[in-house]
């Protein structure tokens, strides 16, 4: 069998490129909330959840980027702009987060909302 999964193939054919997009943020976002109570543990094993969670969601936002930067693509100044203030923002609250100084997940997740809410 190839390297290929025949039914993600068949999904990503189906689905249009912002139904991909939600239900990347969706998934993402799903993994934010479940850690949201870990937190303030200490525990190695949820300290790795959170770190895996926050750490997609990073990768999540900093491999958008690229597209939003392609002169090609159609969006507007101001929303390539915002969304590149996003990214900014992202990263610096995760740089907080994995540095001690906070540990409130909630900008994150309302973020992801608020992307989730215009890609319906």
């Not at 943020?25 to 525990?43: H, N, Q, Y």
């Not at 409130?104 to 608020?114: G, K, S, T, V, Y």
């Amino acid at each position: 069998m190839s390297g290929k999964n025949p039914y993600l193939t068949a999904q990503n054919k189906l689905e249009s490129p912002r139904q991909i997009e939600y239900r990347l943020f969706s998934s993402v976002t799903r993994a934010l909330i479940d850690v949201r109570p870990l937190m303030e543990s200490k525990l190695p094993a949820e300290v790795a959840q959170i770190a895996s969670a926050i750490g997609w969601n990073r990768d999540v936002w900093n491999h958008l980027m690229p597209e939003v930067l392609d002169e090609a693509n159609p969006m507007s100044k101001d929303l390539k702009v915002a969304l590149i203030n996003i990214c900014i923002f992202v990263n610096k609250h995760t740089d907080r987060i994995t540095q001690g100084q906070t540990t409130d997940i909630e900008p994150l997740i309302a973020i992801n909302r608020n992307i989730m809410d215009g890609l319906k």
